[in-house]
């Protein structure tokens, strides 16, 4: 696992971090390419099964990128949206999964630097940490 | 309603560890409204599942429904053409549900994936508080719209006991002592002369105390 790339899955908002990572192209700022970008019209629209079903689905590691705090355009979309990440994270504990694997982040659609960060530094958690252990319980069956 | 919350996970693998065929039931009454058992849960609880058998290197097939109601055996009735294909269900509804399904389906076992709290109302988005204790014999009449039974610890009828503090019950302060509540609710509605009046030593039977309730309407049945 020396070259281990992980699939990442980021949930961004319409309002704020999408176009903070479309502020990051224009400004030729560079972030990996593990991160697959999904746009919702808000960070509340993020349930608990779609970063379930992310990882379900083999990413490695999942985040919601929502508006600053008090600055969602519809409220409180980014609370929300942080209070599932929780519940996902707590969820993933008792599963014996690394709960490190979701992440809520905030933004404002002008902090393409910030976007470009929180991707880098995102990657780096999930490079740490390894395949996800759905991935790993698959090779462990195999190599058994 | 019926207020429920999700077992810990791990008491729900346990149960379904010897089986590799799951079919996993919500509710769309109670439970939906409390968050507990309704379509959204099950997609959880199957992803969760999922998740727990991958890490395992394990398969594991869910078929995942979500009845109308599952206390009722017509809506029951449309498991049937799954239930020889599965090893065993797991029904996330109250326990109304679980033993609705039990006696229709007798060869396959069935597992509860909630645990059944209270009858309760909803006082804001997510917080449920218990309101009735379905004693068989209602006295909101007489107390103000404040029930004795379900919000009094010791379910007491005539008066808090002495451990009520600063209008707080002694099991926790978080809990209002259900006789404060009643006195200050019949001031309001000027009828502080009712909280004179003795109430008699409860028959509990009809709330459960005489075995397990039943009810027959003629003219339905």
Redesign the interface.
């Known amino acids: 696992m020396e070259h281990f790339e992980p699939e990442i899955v980021a949930f961004c908002c319409h309002y704020c971090a999408y176009t903070a990572a479309d502020m990051a192209g224009s400004k030729r700022i560079s972030y990996p390419s593990n991160v697959k970008i999904i746009r919702v019209p808000c960070s509340g629209k993020v349930d608990a099964i779609h970063l379930m079903k992310a990882l379900e689905k083999g990413a490695d590691g999942v985040y919601v990128a929502g508006c600053l705090a008090g600055d969602c355009h519809f409220k409180n979309g980014n609370v929300r949206a942080e209070a599932r990440v929780n519940r996902v994270k707590k969820l993933l504990t008792e599963l014996g999964w690394e709960p490190e694997r979701v992440a809520m982040f905030n933004m404002s659609a002008g902090m393409g630097e910030a976007f470009a960060q929180v991707a880098k530094e995102f990657t780096e958690t999930i490079k740490k940490l390894g395949p996800s252990p759905g991935r790993t319980g698959a090779m462990d069956k195999a190599a058994s | 309603m019926i207020t429920a919350e999700q077992k ?3 008491e729900i693998i346990q149960y379904i560890a010897p089986y590799s065929k799951i079919l996993l039931v919500g509710c769309n009454e109670c439970v939906t409204v409390c968050a507990a058992g309704g379509r ?1 849960e099950v ?2 609880l199957a ?2 599942l ?9 398969n594991i097939d869910i078929r995942e429904i979500t009845l109308e109601r599952q206390c009722d055996p017509e809506y029951v009735e449309e498991l049937a053409p799954y239930i020889d294909g599965v090893d065993a269900v797991v029904s996330m509804a109250c326990g109304c549900g679980v033993q609705t399904i039990a006696a229709r389906f007798k060869k396959t076992p069935v597992f509860p994936a909630v645990n059944t709290r209270f009858m309760g109302a909803s006082l804001s988005q997510g917080v449920w508080s218990e309101r009735c204790k379905g004693c068989g014999d209602c006295v909101l009449g007489i107390t103000g719209g404040i029930c004795p039974v379900a919000r009094c610890s010791k379910h007491l009828f005539n008066g808090p006991c002495g451990g009520t503090s600063n209008g707080q019950c002694e099991v926790s302060p978080d809990i209002d002592c259900a006789w404060r509540l009643i006195w200050e609710r019949l001031k309001e509605l000027g009828m502080e002369s009712r909280y004179e009046e003795l109430m008699e030593a409860k028959d509990w039977r009809p709330g459960g105390a005489g075995g397990p309730g039943t009810i027959i309407r003629e003219d339905l049945a």
């Open positions: 810990p996970i791990q959204k997609g959880l992803s969760a999922h998740l727990n058998h991958l890490k395992q290197g394990k």
